[in-house]
């Protein structure tokens, strides 16, 4: 494996400054709220090199800071390298215009092989609406002949209507045709998906994720799951394109960042030196779970669904899905103590955001940390408030704040 080196990179205080970005998805435990905390630890520990974001989730990191140092952004699921490109990349040329020509084209084509009504126009009760939902959730058994139909075909009437499932579709295979014409570069790719990615957030009737879609029990419900049936995946996708482009041409440039999908410790064996930022996942919910839909698109690679008794379960979940130590009672100490070890083997500097939930204390981490990085490291704790919280003291304090970052320097 090749490893992350980079020449000495240093900075100056104004340099340090995170620019504002383009969100473009929702996404659990996103530290675009706390981005400066987080900037301004970073900075603490910072010492020259690269920073590694180890858990890049939606990037927030990669969008803030992107412009102030060389960034390696990796995260274990693949739709999180394709928005860290988003930040990180330069782009080309990119035709919106060509791209929707096309991409309406593509769209017209597929839709001409479906002959069910599925449109949610008319319906005047309930029972009328969950029969369209019903309609459009059928199509899991239809045979399709067309290439791209994976989510016309899986997820109909589940976060998305069909129609919107037949644009996802038509703007996948677009974006797959200009890469191979060669019209559109890496960073193009990327791009474009990640902007489908946020047309999918907003169009979708779930709630922010994707581990469950609602059900239509109410007149209420009916009411509000409509007002996503009847978004038009396509305008959001266009109006967001050619916002990115805009910023992406202002502020994008390629400090030598890189990125990967890798598992953190294969990750960690890759550095030389530099500062990691480590945010991994504080719940026992995997993110493989809540966001497998995102997965998918981003593979795009008709994945077998779970079944459970004999039937696909309700959130049609990818059957191959990540499962995170840092999720798993049993795993998570073991977990972070390779994290230290990854780190100390690296020569790196260490921001850890700590989350205080069940999954494991502050004390334990502490001790763990202590343990592993021993007297190598100068080790302490923050909290948003900037209070430096000392060994002794932090323990009583450190239950009421919310967000801390476990900081460790090379002595
Ligand atoms: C709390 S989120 C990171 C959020 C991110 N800092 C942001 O602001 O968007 C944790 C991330 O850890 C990733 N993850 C979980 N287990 C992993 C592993 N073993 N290796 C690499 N990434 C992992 C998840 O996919 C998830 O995106």
Known sequence: MTKLVIDEFKRTEESIKSRTYPKLIKYMGSKAKIIDFVSESIHSVYDGGIVCDLFSGAASLSGALGGCYPIHANDIQSYSS????????????????????????NYINAKSSITLDLSYEVFSSLEQFNLIEERNRELINVNFDHEYHLFVKNYSGTWWSAEQCLW????????????????????????????????MAYSSQGTGHYAQYRDAKTQSSMKDINIYRKKR??????????????WSKENVIDLNHSITTLDYKDCLGMLEGGTVYADPPYA???????????????????????????????????EERHQSPFCIKSQVSGAFEDLFLGIKKSGSNLALS??????????????????????????????????HMTMGRQNDRSRDVKELMLLARKR
């Open 233 to 246: 995946l396509q305008e959001l996708f266009e109006k967001k394109l050619n916002q990115i482009i805009i």
């Open 82 to 105: 394709l928005i860290a490109s988003v930040y990180l990349k330069p782009i080309r040329e990119i035709n919106v215009k060509s791209l929707m020509e096309e991409a309406l084209l």
């Open 354 to 387: 700590y989350s205080n939930t069940a999954m494991i204390s502050l004390e334990t981490l502490l001790d763990i940390s202590k343990r592993t990085l021993n007297s190598n490291y100068e080790i302490w704790v923050e909290g948003t408030d900037h209070q």
């Open 168 to 199: 996802i579709d038509a703007f996948k295979q677009t974006i797959d045709s200009k890469i191979g014409r060669g019209e559109f570069t890496e960073a193009d790719y990327a791009l474009t998906m990640s902007v489908l990615l946020h047309a």
């Open 284 to 318: 026992f919910v995997h993110y493989s779970r809540f966001y497998h839909a995102m997965e998918t698109l981003s593979l795009y690679d008709y994945p077998t669904l779970q079944i459970k008794g004999g039937s696909i379960v309700k959130g049609r979940y990818r």
